[in-house]
């Protein structure tokens, strides 16, 4: 039995859609609010079949955000990787395997920002042995 659903949210970058990181869930939920203002439509994505064993991991992902590219990354606290999702075409999986399981498995990090220089995105260490830099 999992704790917990979901790690947070990251709001797209079309300002409205609202994508639910999977923290004990096995899949990315995308809440997609209607024009009305008071429905919402809930779709489960799919993951990439080269990314579905990364799904089975628990305390996955938690927190996110939007790269310059417009991809959405979600950070690693205890998967083996970090989760890509490209909400123009709902395509959801993983990259920086190597990174990511050098730095341990489990507790990695939690929190971060966007680097106004740089335009990476910094991951701040929880029991990790560095930061982690997701450059685009």
């Excluded at 004990?24 to 993951?47: C, F, I």
């Excluded at 991809?71 to 990174?99: E, F, K, M, Q, W």
């Excluded at 990090?109 to 680097?115: L, T």
Aim: net charge negative; hydrophobic share 40%.
């Amino acid at each position: 039995m999992c704790r917990y659903q979901f790690g947070g949210g990251v709001l797209g970058p079309d300002g409205k859609t609202v994508y639910l990181l999977p923290y004990d869930a096995l899949r990315v939920v995308k809440v997609s609010p209607e024009a009305s203002g008071t429905e919402v439509t809930l779709s489960v994505l799919e993951m990439t079949p080269e990314g579905e064993t990364d799904m089975v991991w628990p305390n996955k992902w938690q927190n996110g955000f939007v790269g310059k590219n417009g991809l959405i990354y979600a950070i690693p606290v205890s998967a083996p990787c970090v989760l890509r999702i490209d909400p123009s075409s709902d395509v959801v999986d993983t990259v920086g395997h190597d990174a990511c399981m050098a730095a341990g498995t489990c507790e990695k990090w939690e929190g971060g920002a966007i680097s106004p220089l740089d335009g990476a995105l910094y991951c701040v260490p929880q029991c990790a042995n560095a930061i982690l830099r997701i450059a685009l």
